[in-house]
Antibody
Framework: EVQLVESGGGLVQPGGSLRLSCAAS????????MHWVRQAPGKGLVWVSR????????SYADSVKGRFTISRDNAKNTLYLQMNSLRAEDTAVYYC???????????WGQGTLVTVSS | EIVMTQSPATLSVSPGERATLSCRAS??????LAWYQQKPGQAPRLLIY???TRATGIPVRFSGSGSGTEFTLTINSLQSEDFAVYYC??????????FGQGTKVEIK
C-alpha cells in the first residue's frame, strides 16, 4: 500500500523550532519529488517547499525561505522539514505529498498539526 | 506567480444533481492542472490530473475539462460522499506550485 505518514507536529513558542518527518512506503521513494504543503485553520492549501529525488534541487515559498529547510534520507524513505524561527502565522496542518516529477501531488500524508503560540 | 481563482466559493446542490466548478489561471498553464477533493479532517485526495484524466479509483461521475487558463470540474449525479471542498492546482510554472482558494460543495 502506498502511504505517507507525517509526525513531529506539536505546540511550540514563537521563535522556536520543530522538525517534521514524513515516512514513505509502498513506492520507490527516491524516484519522487517530495513536497510540503500547509493549511492554516479554516483556510486553503499553500505550497511550502519541494525537493527532487536525489536532494540536489530544492525550492521554498518566499514566506518560509531562510527559516525552513527541507531534506530527505532515501535510505530511510523519509522526508524532513526543519522549521526554525517559527511565527504565529506558521500555525497549520502540514502535509507531505509525493509527485512523479514536476507533476500533480499523489499520494498525500494525513497531516501533522503545528501550533505556534505562547 | 500564477494565481488560481476558483468560483463560486460555495455551491449548494441537491443530491443527484450536477455540480459545475470553475478554476481560472492568471497565466497560461496548458493542461498542467489537477483537482483535489478534501473532506473535513482529511488530507486532500487527487481526483483529476492533466486537466481531464481521472486518477485511479475515481468514479466516472467526476470529469474535468479545459486548457490554457480556463478549467471546469463537473460532478454528475452528486452523491452524499461528494460534499466536500475542491481545490484546483497548477503545476505548469513553478515554483511556487499554486492552488485555488477552494470551492465548498454543500447540500442544498
Amino acid at each position: 500500500e502506498v502511504q505517507l505518514v507525517e509526525s513531529g507536529g506539536g505546540l511550540v513558542q514563537p521563535g522556536g523550532s520543530l522538525r517534521l518527518s514524513c515516512a514513505a512506503s509502498g513506492f520507490t521513494f527516491s524516484s519522487y519529488w517530495m513536497h510540503w504543503v500547509r493549511q492554516a485553520p479554516g483556510k486553503g492549501l499553500v505550497w511550502v517547499s519541494r525537493i527532487n529525488g536525489d536532494g540536489s534541487s530544492i525550492s521554498y515559498a518566499d514566506s518560509v525561505k531562510g527559516r525552513f529547510t527541507i531534506s530527505r534520507d532515501n535510505a530511510k524513505n523519509t522526508l524532513y522539514l526543519q522549521m526554525n524561527s517559527l511565527r504565529a502565522e506558521d500555525t497549520a496542518v502540514y502535509y507531505c505529498g509525493a509527485a512523479a516529477g514536476r507533476n500533480w501531488f499523489d499520494p498525500w500524508g494525513q497531516g501533522t498539526l503545528v501550533t505556534v503560540s505562547s | 506567480e500564477i494565481v488560481m481563482t476558483q468560483s463560486p466559493a460555495t455551491l449548494s446542490v441537491s443530491p443527484g444533481e450536477r455540480a459545475t466548478l470553475s478554476c481560472r489561471a492568471s497565466q497560461f498553464v496548458s493542461t498542467n492542472l489537477a483537482w483535489y477533493q478534501q473532506k473535513p479532517g482529511q488530507a486532500p485526495r487527487l481526483l483529476i490530473y492533466g486537466a481531464s484524466t481521472r486518477a485511479t479509483g475515481i468514479p466516472v461521475r467526476f470529469s474535468g475539462s479545459g486548457s490554457g487558463t480556463e478549467f471546469t470540474l463537473t460532478i454528475n449525479s452528486l452523491q452524499s460522499e461528494d460534499f466536500a471542498v475542491y481545490y484546483c492546482q497548477q503545476y505548469n510554472n513553478w515554483p511556487p506550485w499554486t492552488f485555488g482558494q477552494g470551492t465548498k460543495v454543500e447540500i442544498k
